[in-house]
């Protein structure tokens, strides 16, 4: 596994392990109302937004109006089970030490990364990152076609003859078009660009001017096309905003990558295992 792929997943597990969580409840400090107490304990309403936010995934399917009392039904047991495990010394318990020391750098990697990388990320760099994509994409021809697809080279003819005749694209597609998707819409297929069809079908279409159909029927393997090209035009670019989120995701893993790069390049670490050291060296070659 590649360092960049491993960094993708450590972001990934440190978001699902809390940054979420942190991002998710910006009021947590000054919410301090008290809607519960345990043992003459408060539970504030900072304490329910936390378990709904790291309960999300638990709490999905539940109605939205259902969600804040399993959250402090949740937080009610959670700490019953809590002050009854530390009655009986399971928090001397070694294991449960490592893991509660795991737990807590988890949460302040996750910390870190919100605090230093996503909080930072603005809507004008996003934007910016996504012009600079776009006009570094080479522009590419799409068409768009409707089709009619029959069995057989002799139904397709036949077709051919009806359109010479005058008969109209739409309403034969409908008639006779063995493709039940496009058929109903007299065979329109939108816009296509190369590559999203089979190769027989892709390289007739491309070759027809626009508002001209196949004189001679084209065959794939799902049988007998004639093809007719309404439109060319240079394939227009995702919209911002059905992209924005996924630009921001990659900002932020390569701002990650980044700031794992200088905290471990300043950062002395001897792996004892050569074995590991070995494949950690091989992983770090790769990115």
Request: charged share 30%.
């Amino acid at each position: 596994m590649s360092l960049p792929i491993r960094r993708a997943l450590i972001a990934q597990f440190a978001f699902a392990a809390g940054l979420l969580a942190f991002s998710a409840v910006p009021g947590l400090a000054q919410d301090d109302k008290v809607v519960a107490t345990i043992n003459g304990q408060n539970i504030t309403e900072a304490d329910l937004a936390q378990a709904e936010s790291d309960l999300d995934q638990q709490f999905s399917r539940l109605p939205a109006e259902q969600r804040r009392a399993a959250a402090l039904s949740a937080i009610i047991e959670i700490r019953l089970f809590s002050e009854d495990a530390v009655k009986k010394g399971l928090d001397k318990d070694p294991a449960f030490q490592r893991r509660m020391a795991f737990l807590k750098e988890r949460a302040l990697h996750a910390a870190e990364v919100e605090s230093e990388i996503a909080t930072k990320i603005t809507d004008e760099e996003i934007r910016a990152r996504y012009d600079k994509e776009v006009a570094a994409t080479p522009p590419v021809n799409e068409v768009k076609a409707r089709h009619i697809l029959v069995k057989t080279k002799e139904e397709a003819q036949e077709i051919v003859k009806r359109l010479d005749a005058g008969d109209k694209f739409e309403d034969i597609a409908k008639e006779k078009s063995t493709d039940t998707g496009s058929g109903a819409n007299g065979g329109d297929l939108g816009y296509f660009a190369p590559g999203q069809m089979v190769p027989e079908f892709e390289k007739a279409a491309f070759a027809l001017e626009v508002g001209k159909y196949t004189a001679e029927p084209v065959q794939s393997q799902f049988g007998w096309h004639i093809i007719k090209v309404e439109d060319k035009r240079a394939q227009q670019p995702p919209a911002f905003d059905s992209v924005k989120e996924q630009f921001r995701s990659l900002i932020l893993r390569e701002k990650y990558s980044a700031l794992a790069d200088t905290l471990r390049g300043s950062a002395k670490v001897d792996i004892a295992d050569p074995e590991l050291k070995k494949a950690v060296e091989e992983a770090d070659k790769a990115q």
